[in-house]
């Protein structure tokens, strides 16, 4: 088998086959097959596409380039929800004590905050001493006795992903929907999950921009993951606005600690819900979503989410002080305000200039090598539908450096419209894609 | 400037500038680019195309990766013929010589033969004591004596171009019209001539297999030639069967010399004469291409094109006495004839199959560091269109391994068609294409 054949195969728009697939990966990891001739082979993909059964083909041979983490000895079924990243999305933080209160098992391994976008780790980082760097043995026991653990990705998992995302980051080849599947999934398969939810972002704060791009993203996970025999739902939701008031680490952990409190805002405890409950249907702990739905309802009343949670951060050397009274966690030692240039309705809050404005303030990177603080970050005081007056407070931003909340209060300026009518209501859950109802491939 | 972002823009469709190609060009052959980048950039280019303008620019950047030859010293129109190669193509060294009787200057810097195709270089070496070795000093001083001088490519000519290409080869990127065009062009114009011919070969024996592949090639020859301010005329000529009636090193020379003795196929010379008018006419020698084709027949009667060719080959280090005395060159110590295997019209000797039969029997290489005789070929008796009975010769097989020439023999009987009624004539120009007839891009 040579290398070159397979890419003109597929830039001829033939498919490859899981011995080609598996030939390319695990020569490249090896050092056999060159990054010119993968990053070409993407390019091709990119213009060719992949079927389902190609991608889940490539998903099982990135798998195949690491080690895979071995979770049998855990009780209970394995179940994790990915979410394609955004802005103020903290869901991570409430579903995952959620699910545990509820039975399953949520072996969620997370990434950092870059770019416009927020990170799972960072956010936890922000609770004073709580450790994101377990290691596979600590992950397990933490696991089996929280029923969920949440960590960094190891180095070992997946070298294929780390390889090819670099390659295909400087070759123009990101865009390309069966890699960024086979990216996802494999890490999530690796990391133990036996059944996955997941979470495609669609709108400004998205990397998904456009609906179509979005359910072309959704309908690949369901598919592939169909494909690989896996339990796999993928929901489509809307982030053309922040999730919830908060963006920013401890700022975002404080709106958490409200939702598993029974408070917080609705938007983002409705979300999470459903998130959760598929879940739930698909680690088998509930007939159907509206049933799955109740039982995480009442899991939030009666405070055994919550109490996950808490025992989740003492297993991973978190002090909970700053949860039970958050005005003891991190805090900014500057605010400033975003105030209405106008009177009228608050149509529209842009998610990819609050992520921005949130970064610029210190609580995401630009370059992986950046700093993150664990206290700035946005409040968001007024969201789309209220009715505001003319110079009143819209938006608390909290940061360190005067000179950087101004940049980001102008960069907040441009985000948000006013206008004299008020908006239709927000729709959280565009689309809901599973693969066994969709047909064949 | 970022090369990812160029990628991206080409990926996308949009076209590069000039600054932006010669970044990238410049950027690539100092190390700067990396490969990677150019093979994800070549296969955006394969998809998305180039217009003939970017592919003059890259043409452009190409060259002015290396030396130029100056050949301002040298009096008279600089005018060359570049084909795509073939079966039993040894145009070349007929045209040369018959260009420079009718004043044309002709620099030549040709290629070796490889799969099945045959190398001028090749041809000219078969030659005892010829020299295709000459620097720059010398080939000008051949040039100025002679009127045209043939020598291998100088390695610090379009060094882009070696990497490039050997790039294209193990990325799936050969096969791009705008790649192939800036590949060609850039060496020929880096070679010092002025105006350009290029003979695009079309058939079973062409790379480009297709008439509508040959004529895009072709098209974009000349738009590319137009963009840059150049003179060039590209003639799509058939390549489904051998040109003239011998394939293979010398055996090529001979029938050389019989052209130019005023003998020697039919095909061959009137494709010679075609070429060889669009040259003179292109450097200004004749008004148009019948007045230039009766000024070629003219020299090729008079013998001024054969005293020309003699007088190169005693420049370049040649012994005449295995041209004036042809059973004095070299001489393969086998034959085998192929011999019809029922009576009835030879319709079709498909050209692909006698190439790979002669590369068998060691006229051309299948890897670059293989060698190469200079005795060996095939030697066809009876062309498309001649009755003949069964058991009759149809060709000479020359060769030195007895194995080999079984193998070559059986080869060549899947490539004879015999039939019950003639073939219709062969058309050897099929199209002639002018890029100021053609209009704007």
């Given at each position: 088998m040579r290398a070159v054949d397979l890419i003109v195969k597929k830039r001829d728009g033939g498919a490859l086959s899981r011995e080609e697939i598996e030939f390319l990966i695990d020569g490249y990891v090896r050092g056999q097959v060159p990054d010119y001739q993968l990053s070409s082979l993407a390019m091709a993909v990119f213009f060719r596409g992949m079927s389902f059964e190609e991608t889940g083909f490539l998903t099982r041979a990135m798998i195949a380039s690491g080690d895979s983490i071995d979770?049998?000895?855990?009780?209970?079924p394995l179940v994790d929800k990915h979410s394609t990243g955004g802005v103020g999305d903290k869901v991570s933080l409430v579903l995952a004590p959620l699910a545990a209160a509820c039975g399953c098992v949520v072996p969620m391994m997370s990434g950092r905050a870059l770019g416009h976008t927020g990170g799972t780790l960072d956010k936890l980082e922000s609770i004073p001493g709580y450790r994101t760097d377990l290691g596979v043995e600590r992950f397990r026991e933490v696991l089996r006795s929280c029923g969920f653990a949440m960590t960094g990705q190891s180095e070992r998992i997946v070298p294929a992903d780390r390889l090819l995302y670099a390659l295909r980051d400087v070759t123009g080849t990101v865009e390309s929907i069966p890699l960024i599947t086979a990216s996802i999934m494999s890490k999530k398969f690796a990391e133990g999950a036996q059944a996955l939810v997941f979470d495609v972002k669609c709108g400004?704060?998205?990397?998904?921009?456009?609906r179509e791009q979005a359910r072309a993203l959704a309908v690949s996970l369901a598919r592939t993951g169909a494909s690989l025999g896996r339990q796999v739902r993928a929901v489509i939701t809307d982030m053309d606005q922040p999730l919830g008031r908060m963006v920013g680490n401890f700022l975002e952990v404080r709106e958490c600690v409200e939702i598993l409190q029974g408070r917080g805002p609705e938007d983002l405890r409705q979300l999470t819900l459903r998130l959760t409950a598929h879940m739930l249907v698909l680690g088998g702990l509930a007939p159907d979503i509206s049933g799955a739905e109740a039982l995480c309802a009442q899991r939030l009343r009666d405070g055994s989410a919550w109490r996950s949670f808490l025992d989740n951060v003492k297993a991973q050397g978190g002090r909970t002080e700053a949860l039970l009274d958050p005005d003891q966690g991190p805090r900014a030692p500057r605010t400033l305000a975003l105030r209405a240039?106008?009177?009228?309705?608050?149509?529209?809050?842009e998610a990819y200039r609050f992520g921005l404005a949130s970064g610029l303030l210190g609580a995401s990177r630009s370059r992986k090598e950046d700093p993150v603080w664990p206290d700035v970050g946005i409040e968001i005081l007024k969201v789309a539908g209220d009715r505001v007056r003319e110079g009143e407070e819209l938006c608390l931003l909290h940061g360190r450096d005067p000179q950087r909340l101004e940049e980001a209060r102008s960069l907040l300026e441009a985000a948000v419209t006013v206008a004299g009518q008020a908006p239709p209501p927000r729709q959280l859950v565009l689309e809901e894609i599973d693969a066994d109802a969709l047909g064949k491939d």
């Amino acid at each position: 088998m040579r290398a070159v054949d397979l890419i003109v195969k597929k830039r001829d728009g033939g498919a490859l086959s899981r011995e080609e697939i598996e030939f390319l990966i695990d020569g490249y990891v090896r050092g056999q097959v060159p990054d010119y001739q993968l990053s070409s082979l993407a390019m091709a993909v990119f213009f060719r596409g992949m079927s389902f059964e190609e991608t889940g083909f490539l998903t099982r041979a990135m798998i195949a380039s690491g080690d895979s983490i071995d979770l049998s000895s855990v009780p209970g079924p394995l179940v994790d929800k990915h979410s394609t990243g955004g802005v103020g999305d903290k869901v991570s933080l409430v579903l995952a004590p959620l699910a545990a209160a509820c039975g399953c098992v949520v072996p969620m391994m997370s990434g950092r905050a870059l770019g416009h976008t927020g990170g799972t780790l960072d956010k936890l980082e922000s609770i004073p001493g709580y450790r994101t760097d377990l290691g596979v043995e600590r992950f397990r026991e933490v696991l089996r006795s929280c029923g969920f653990a949440m960590t960094g990705q190891s180095e070992r998992i997946v070298p294929a992903d780390r390889l090819l995302y670099a390659l295909r980051d400087v070759t123009g080849t990101v865009e390309s929907i069966p890699l960024i599947t086979a990216s996802i999934m494999s890490k999530k398969f690796a990391e133990g999950a036996q059944a996955l939810v997941f979470d495609v972002k669609c709108g400004s704060g998205a990397f998904m921009k456009s609906r179509e791009q979005a359910r072309a993203l959704a309908v690949s996970l369901a598919r592939t993951g169909a494909s690989l025999g896996r339990q796999v739902r993928a929901v489509i939701t809307d982030m053309d606005q922040p999730l919830g008031r908060m963006v920013g680490n401890f700022l975002e952990v404080r709106e958490c600690v409200e939702i598993l409190q029974g408070r917080g805002p609705e938007d983002l405890r409705q979300l999470t819900l459903r998130l959760t409950a598929h879940m739930l249907v698909l680690g088998g702990l509930a007939p159907d979503i509206s049933g799955a739905e109740a039982l995480c309802a009442q899991r939030l009343r009666d405070g055994s989410a919550w109490r996950s949670f808490l025992d989740n951060v003492k297993a991973q050397g978190g002090r909970t002080e700053a949860l039970l009274d958050p005005d003891q966690g991190p805090r900014a030692p500057r605010t400033l305000a975003l105030r209405a240039g106008a009177s009228g309705f608050l149509v529209r809050l842009e998610a990819y200039r609050f992520g921005l404005a949130s970064g610029l303030l210190g609580a995401s990177r630009s370059r992986k090598e950046d700093p993150v603080w664990p206290d700035v970050g946005i409040e968001i005081l007024k969201v789309a539908g209220d009715r505001v007056r003319e110079g009143e407070e819209l938006c608390l931003l909290h940061g360190r450096d005067p000179q950087r909340l101004e940049e980001a209060r102008s960069l907040l300026e441009a985000a948000v419209t006013v206008a004299g009518q008020a908006p239709p209501p927000r729709q959280l859950v565009l689309e809901e894609i599973d693969a066994d109802a969709l047909g064949k491939d």
